[in-house]
Every structure is written in C-alpha cells, then in structure tokens.
C-alpha cells in the first residue's frame, strides 16, 4: 500500500473545481426532469433535436475559446467513413 501524505501535505481542492462540479451535478440532474416535462409538450425526436443542437453549439463555443479545431486531420477521414459504412 502507498505510503499516506501528512495531513500538512494535501493540497487543498481548488473552488473553481468546487464549482465545476457542481454545476454539472446540477445539469446532469436537472436533465431528467427537463426530459420528461419536456415530453408532455414536444415529441421525441424534437426533444432530442433540442439537446443535439444546445450540445453541439455549447461545444462549438468551448473549440472557439479554447482554439480547437473541430475538423478531424483528413487521413482519419476516409477510414471513419469506412468504418460507418461497415456496421
């Protein structure tokens, strides 16, 4: 078994993880909810077009501040589309 840090010696949790945390113990909870109270005013599919497009807007975002490029390198292209095509 490892050796045990000193209590002296732990680093303290930062708040901004804290925070982070949760926020997304909130939204992951609140998304059952939404879901089903959702369902009694739109159909299905709808809801999920809903959340398909908060994602990928919210993800976009994040690519943006971040500078991410959301493009994949073309050589991972043609085998990803091969690989769809076969299942």
């Known amino acids: 078994m490892p050796d045990e840090l000193p209590a002296n010696d732990k680093s303290p949790m930062p708040a901004i993880a804290i925070l982070i945390a949760l926020g997304l113990c909130i939204l992951f909870g609140g998304n059952q909810v939404a ?24 993800l976009w975002i994040y690519a943006q501040v971040c500078s991410i490029g959301l493009q994949p390198p073309s050589r991972l292209i043609w085998r990803s589309h091969c690989i769809s095509a076969n299942s």
């Open 35 to 58: 879901s089903k109270v959702a369902l009694t005013a739109f159909p299905p599919l709808l809801c999920g077009v809903f959340a398909f497009t908060l994602s990928s807007i919210t």
